[in-house]
């Protein structure tokens, strides 16, 4: 097991169109975490799964955001309508146990640009 | 609402030289803590959890410290090297109100000068 896969590693988009993002997490890992860090932030937290259940999102996860785990293994992210305020690296993570005291274990994240 | 504040933004130190990060919680109940490296441009790379039943943790030259009574945490380096020169997080799980809503700081720059 290679860690936390994201892909792509960057993306490019006009504003208005829709973008995908897909995360594999640690194999053996239950839960995983969708994460937005801006230019001198600090990450912020978006949507979070455990198995295929999302449990809790974000109010900074608008109506044109969409997350799915479908088989509690990877999961997707999905922009529709992108903006320019959407322009982010997008952090995936997973962690293992209760009230996460394996920690998390994060991805190299999705930068993604919206011109 | 959690806010996490971290001393100093920034740092500049000469190689060799020990140093310290600082990390405050406004809501001291903490139930972990996870400091992390992040490269430009990259994800974050974990160094050191300390767990909800413990009060500090060590690796190699790292060793991170946690107050909770105070919620106060703090990284100490010893003998910086130029490889250091990253952006270190901190990242709080509350003890109440959701344990899914961890908390990060927004960083301290360190840059390590040969």
């Known amino acids: 097991d290679t860690g936390v896969s994201q892909d792509p590693r960057h993306k490019i988009t006009k504003r208005g169109q829709n973008v995908t993002f897909r995360c594999d997490p640690i194999s053996e890992h239950n839960r995983l975490y969708w994460y937005r860090q801006t230019l001198g932030q600090g990450p912020e937290f978006l949507t979070y799964?455990?198995?295929?259940?999302?449990?809790?999102k974000s109010r900074l996860l608008s109506d044109r955001f969409s997350a799915e785990r479908p088989k509690g293994s990877f999961s997707t992210l999905e922009i529709q309508r992108t903006e320019q305020g959407d322009s982010a690296m997008y952090l995936c993570?997973?962690?293992?146990?209760?009230?996460?005291?394996?920690?998390?274990?994060f991805g190299s994240g999705t930068r993604l640009t919206v011109v | 609402k959690q806010e996490v504040t971290q001393i100093p933004a920034a740092l500049s130190v000469p190689e060799g030289e020990n140093l310290v990060l600082n990390c405050s919680f406004t809501d001291s109940a903490i139930y972990n803590l996870q400091w992390f490296r992040q490269d430009p441009g990259k994800g974050l790379t974990s160094l050191l959890l300390?767990?909800?039943?413990?009060r500090e943790q060590t690796s190699g030259r790292l060793n991170a410290s946690l107050d909770k009574s105070s919620g106060r945490s703090t990284l100490y380096i010893a003998a910086s090297q130029p490889g250091d020169s990253a952006t270190y997080l901190c990242a709080g799980t509350p003890a109440f109100g959701g344990y899914q809503k961890v908390t990060f700081g927004i960083g301290t720059k360190l840059q390590v000068i040969p």
């Open positions: 799964f455990q198995n295929e259940a999302q449990l809790e």
């Open positions: 993570a997973s962690s293992l146990g209760d009230r996460l005291n394996y920690g998390y274990t």
């Open positions: 300390i767990q909800s039943s413990q």
